[in-house]
């Protein structure tokens, strides 16, 4: 990964600058610059054409904000004005018109209707499932913890967040439904991985292989969440998963709940943004970890101390501090969700530069969580960053792993609650190691995984009892 040193935010230029940028190529713009290295090329663009920079990748042209201000212009304080549009067509084509990709009114009808369904209250009562689900996948570590046995850690983070999303959306269903939508999504989530990559492959429209492929999941998706939906029509039972709270949301003004095509859209979506930016996170965690022994060290004093053995509770998640602590400097280092675009509908001004109607918009948290005028050698791992008074004393859109505005991130409550309870709990009784020589260089898809995986070595740790 290239390492970019910046210097402070510029100070805002006159009214209407025109926004410049790195030179490209006549054809293709930056393209190459940015498929060769993403994250380098993202950072030397703040770092050299300060608070909005201007790039082009093939027929597009971004505009990229790099402060703050701009930041909170954008997705927050004029963010009727910036619409995700055709820019999110990649993922519409496969989870619909869910709460991700959804514009207007429609957009904010499904807030409304789902947000109590993420209550941090609902949300506790899903505790046990995931650290339940998570002593099932240390129980089948036990038995392959041999020396020098190498686990991928990114796969094994990501069946586990894939069963707890499965479990916590469709409860005690029949398990054959749940592992046949659960492959279904990951039939998806490749497919999306690979748009984001070879964004002008043909759309689903083509009988390719790949598309058919996708097409296929799709089918076996709505056959069954819609057949579940139906059953439990039928049958009139109480359930008390995430499914449940969607089928009983009614709109406050109208009194209409969800139509099972939105019902499905949204579980689609769920499934997908529930499970794999929280296997993510997680896997850097581990990752950081493994080269940090001091701050380590610290994380097992702390388990120590709060859970003395057992296994963690929702209850004792406001006292693991230095546990979140350590999540929150993992999603700065980082963030699964590294980048997102919108398009300006008016023309408007961010940071005192112009951006004209219809121009392509870019936030990086990957970016706006390496400027060093807010974040201190800002490739160093240090979790205090994250401590009560040093947390008050930046800008609120320096940090923004889930997004910001009215569209931040539903299910941010649901993936803190679960990346503390995961860590808390595989922490106490695993180190993981990387083997001598590993490399491990960060991959820019859709989300920021760890190129090729993370193969670690598994010990169990003294006085775990394993």
């Known amino acids: 990964m290239t390492t970019t ?43 050299d054409y300060g608070d909005v920079a201007r790039y082009r990748l093939g027929n597009i042209t971004f505009h990229q904000v790099n402060h703050p201000d701009g930041v909170q212009r954008v997705l927050q304080d004029n963010h009727h004005n910036y619409l995700k549009g055709d820019l999110f067509d990649i993922i519409r084509q496969f989870a619909g018109n869910g709460l991700f990709t959804s514009e207007g009114e429609l957009w904010l009808r499904q807030r409304r209707l789902m947000q109590p369904a993420f209550h941090r209250s609902r949300i506790a009562g899903f505790g046990k499932i995931m650290t339940g689900r998570t002593l099932d996948m240390l129980a089948q570590w036990e038995q392959r913890a041999e020396p020098g046995l190498l686990l991928d850690v990114a796969d094994e983070l990501t069946a586990l967040t894939m069963a707890i999303i499965a479990e916590t959306m469709f409860g005690a269903h029949v398990e054959k439904d749940v592992a046949t939508v659960s492959q279904a999504i990951e039939v998806l989530l490749t497919d999306i991985n690979f748009r984001f990559v070879v964004p002008f492959y043909p759309s689903l429209r083509w009988p390719t292989l790949r598309n058919r492929r996708s097409l296929a999941a799709m089918r076996t998706i709505d056959d069954v969440v819609l057949g579940i939906v139906e059953q439990r029509r039928r049958s009139g039972e109480q359930w008390e998963d995430l499914l449940a709270l969607l089928m009983e949301a009614r709109d406050e003004d109208s009194g209409e709940t969800m139509s099972d095509k939105q019902l499905r859209d949204e579980v689609v979506t769920i499934f997908v943004a529930g499970h794999e930016t929280t296997a993510v996170l997680l896997t850097w965690a581990f990752y950081l970890l493994s080269q940090h022994p001091d701050v380590e060290a610290r994380l097992h004093a702390e388990l120590a101390e709060v859970l003395d053995g057992r296994t963690p509770a929702v209850a004792d998640v406001p006292n693991l501090r230095f546990t979140r602590m350590v999540i929150d400097e993992t999603l700065r280092l980082y963030p699964p969700a590294w980048i997102t675009n919108r398009q300006a509908v008016a023309e408007d001004q961010v940071c005192g530069y112009r951006i004209p109607a219809g121009a392509v918009v870019g936030v990086s948290p990957y970016v706006m969580h390496h400027l060093p005028a807010y974040w201190p050698d800002p490739e160093r791992f240090d979790p205090q960053r994250f401590a009560p008074d040093a947390a008050q004393e930046r800008p609120r859109f320096a940090y923004m792993p889930f997004g910001g505005g009215p569209h931040q991130c539903i299910g941010n409550s649901f993936a803190l609650l679960e990346a503390t309870l995961i860590l808390a709990t595989v922490a106490q009784r695993y180190l993981l190691r990387l083997p001598a020589g590993a490399v491990v260089t960060p991959q820019p898809k859709s989300t920021l995984r760890p190129a090729g995986g993370l193969p670690m070595m598994l010990a169990a740790r003294a006085g775990s009892g394993l």
Do not use: C, E, H
């Open 5 to 47: 040193a910046l210097t402070s935010p510029q100070a805002a230029p006159g009214p209407g600058q025109v926004v410049t940028g790195p030179a490209g190529n006549a054809l293709l713009g930056n393209t190459l610059q940015f498929q060769r290295d993403p994250l380098g090329f993202l950072m030397r663009a703040a770092a």
